[in-house]
């Protein structure tokens, strides 16, 4: 196996997915986009512009618990475990009617555990709400100082355990990197970020087709249809949460 070719070295503007992908596309000095749509990267949006901090975490592991209590945070729990007294989980509808925290530690199984997993780089957590907002800071961010621009798309799961690819992440991730090739000139995009950026400007109802794809329809049938509501707004945030210190925060260049 030629490590160059899964790498996609050749190109400044990469695309892959899931926690793999990450790995072989994550390089020293490279930034690090996180595409999860429904719904860790919108629910880290929506805290992050009400001043929370977040921190990442695995889905599942007792150390996100450890991570609560050693940075005085509020620990985020399933969508169906929310009560009165604890309304904070990785719904952003319900992260938006909940009282602001300092600090909120917010697991999920796909886009949390790939932030918390990276070793390397700015990591940068991308949305449909923020999108036009990630691009234009990336494009800033890589000026004066050229380097690669890795954007993963998270994926859902299947029962297995086995990645599935989400329709919604797909055009999240085509999203930024159009946006990133509009403030930037000159980029060479991968095959992969080409085929996302194309997708993502050839749809003309992001909205409708997230809505009524598989992951937007499981939630809105399950009860969380205003969690989709959310992650729709298209373009409606310009704000770019930035991982540092162990914390999405607001970032600046």
Known sequence: MDPGVWSQSAASVRFDWGPTGATRLSVPGGILVVVDVLSFTTSVGVA????????????????????????DAVLAVGRREVTDTHPWSLSPAALRAAPAMPRLVLPSPNGSAIAAAAIS??????????????????????????????????????????????????LGAGAVISALVAHAGGLLASPEAEAARTLWEGT?????????????LELTRSGFGADVDVATEVGASHVVPVLGEGSFRAGTI
Not at 48 to 71: H, I, K, N, S
Not at 122 to 150: D, F, H, Q, T, Y
Request: with cysteine; net charge negative; hydrophobic share 45%.
């Open 204 to 216: 003309r109802s992001p909205e409708d087709v997230v809505r009524s794809c598989a992951s937007g």
């Open 121 to 170: 780089g700015p990591v940068v957590a991308a949305s449909l709400r923020n999108a036009p907002a990630v691009g234009a800071w990336l494009g800033r961010a890589i000026a004066g100082e050229p380097r690669p621009v890795c954007v993963i798309a998270a994926g859902e799961r299947w029962p297995d355990g086995s990645l599935r690819p989400a329709l919604e992440d797909l």
């Open 48 to 71: 992050v512009e009400r001043g929370t901090a977040v921190y990442p975490a695995a889905w599942g592991d007792a150390r996100a618990g450890e991570l609560a209590a050693r940075e």
